[in-house]
């Protein structure tokens, strides 16, 4: 384990040291758990740290954040705490807990529990190991149910039998870790998985939590084949019955995979993308409108996801028309893309064969997105206009000159609006 650890970046090392010392200074065991533990036995990158303390929880992240100088945010009613630190680190607390589900497919009641219940209640073996971090207690790996094992063998495999019962979500969990480390899920744990989709558990379970999971596997570095994994073990009809994706989707998602990449090589400084979202709209492209609007709601999207996602089924098709157009001036390429978000966006270059199409997409994001005007209200304001709806009308004119190479100093732009003002139409918004 030593090993491993010395492998981390300075970072982490110094902030699981830190940890240590609080285990040591509290006189709780702490440990790390979860993903993160099972990433750095497989060697991978994770900057998520989870840690799971007997005793408690908050009173140790309060003392972590204080060495740490970051902020936190307390669940009172979980036990647990998330410390909010700058770059990329990002730090979990919590009370070591065991859970009871009630009845199938039901959110679980919750106690104070040993370290043990707590792996006990977890998804996979490959998940339910911790670390002691405190050196005195010896600092080693806790191995209850064979997880490092599977980790080298390559598979997923339950606690216990009514692991998918107790919360079908993880049957896209399975599948998802399946995909995304290409392991095998273990023969028993796969007919308890068949099992439970076969009886309908996924039809049970709350819809917020099928969408975090299917926004998860949409979040994966290959998209397409999570949701192939899927659809072929589960369908997607819990989802919708209209659901069935082909060849045609998984192109579509090779295109997307394409369009991001080229957005984030391109543009490092814009916006995040949510790019989840693009292959949920991808996903949903065969269906009706008011279909896809039945699913969002469904999902329990937010207003401007699911904007984003029916504004494509909506008007994609139309834009794509129009800017597939030999010759589309840079004003009618903005008015259609401006509106539009950076998902949209790239969606429609995915969808689009037609080379002026994609041209004149990507003229828009190097070029006209955010273009500027050196005058302002102020300027208009000391031409005599009176403020009104015609200061945007005129914005939007000499805008329109502007991306169409018509005008480019703050001259020619202020010489253009006296030329405007002298239109009969516009003179009478003079002052008097
Ligand atoms: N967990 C679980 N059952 C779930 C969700 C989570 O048992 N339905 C447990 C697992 O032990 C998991 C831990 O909670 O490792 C943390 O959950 P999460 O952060 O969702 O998963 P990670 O394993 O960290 O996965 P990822 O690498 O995708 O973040």
């Known amino acids: 384990m030593r090993a491993y650890l010395k492998r981390l970046p300075a970072e982490l090392k110094e902030l699981i040291s830190l940890a240590g010392k609080v285990s040591r200074e509290t006189r709780m065991p702490a440990y790390l758990v979860g993903g993160f533990l099972r990433d750095l036995l497989l060697k991978k990158r994770n900057f998520d740290l989870d840690i799971c303390v007997e005793g408690n929880g908050i009173i140790f992240a309060e003392k972590l954040a204080k060495k740490l100088r970051s902020g936190i945010r307390v669940h009172e009613r979980f036990g647990t705490a998330t410390l909010i630190l700058k770059g990329r680190l990002k730090v979990d607390v919590a009370t070591t807990r065991k859970e009871r589900y009630p009845c199938c497919a039901s959110l679980p009641v919750v106690s104070e529990g040993s370290l043990i219940e707590d792996l006990m209640r977890r998804d996979f073996t490959i998940n339910a190991l911790a670390f002691g971090i405190n050196q005195g207690q010896g600092q080693k790996l806790i191995d209850p149910f064979g997880g490092r094992e599977d980790l080298a063998k390559g598979r997923i495999r339950v606690l216990h039998d009514l692991s998918f019962k107790d919360d079908p979500t993880r049957i896209l969990r399975a599948i998802r870790f399946q995909q995304r480390f290409g392991f095998k899920i273990e023969p028993k744990t796969f007919l308890l998985l068949k099992e439970a989709i076969d009886s309908g558990l996924l039809y049970k379970v709350n819809v917020h939590r099928i969408r975090d999971e299917l926004i998860l596997m949409l979040k994966e570095d290959n998209p397409a084949k999570q949701i192939k994994a899927l659809y072929s073990l589960a369908g997607l009809s819990f989802i919708s019955p209209k659901l069935k994706p082909g060849k045609a989707t998984y192109s579509l998602f090779k295109a997307i995979d394409k369009e991001i990449a080229w957005f984030n090589k391109n543009f490092p400084g814009r916006r995040h993308l949510d790019v989840w979202l693009i292959y949920l709209a991808g996903l ?148 008097q």
């Open 284 to 431: 949903l492209k065969p269906l009706g409108l008011a279909e896809i609007k039945k699913i969002c709601r469904n999902l329990a999207l937010r207003g401007g996801e699911e904007k984003r996602i029916a504004g494509f089924r909506q008007s994609g098709a139309r834009i794509i028309v129009s800017l597939s157009k030999k010759g589309a001036s840079p004003s009618r390429i903005f008015s259609l893309l401006e509106p539009l978000s950076y998902e949209t966006i790239i969606l429609l270059a995915a969808v689009s064969k037609n080379k002026y199409c994609r041209k004149h997409i990507a003229d828009f994001l190097e070029i006209y997105n955010g273009m500027r005007l050196y005058v302002s209200g102020h300027d208009l304001h000391g031409l005599g206009i009176l403020p009104g709806p015609v200061y945007q009308k005129i914005f939007a004119k000499v805008l329109a000159a502007k991306l169409n190479a018509k005008v480019s100093t703050y001259e020619d732009e202020l010489a253009l609006i006296r030329r405007l003002i002298q239109c009969p139409g516009t003179n009478a918004l003079k002052k």
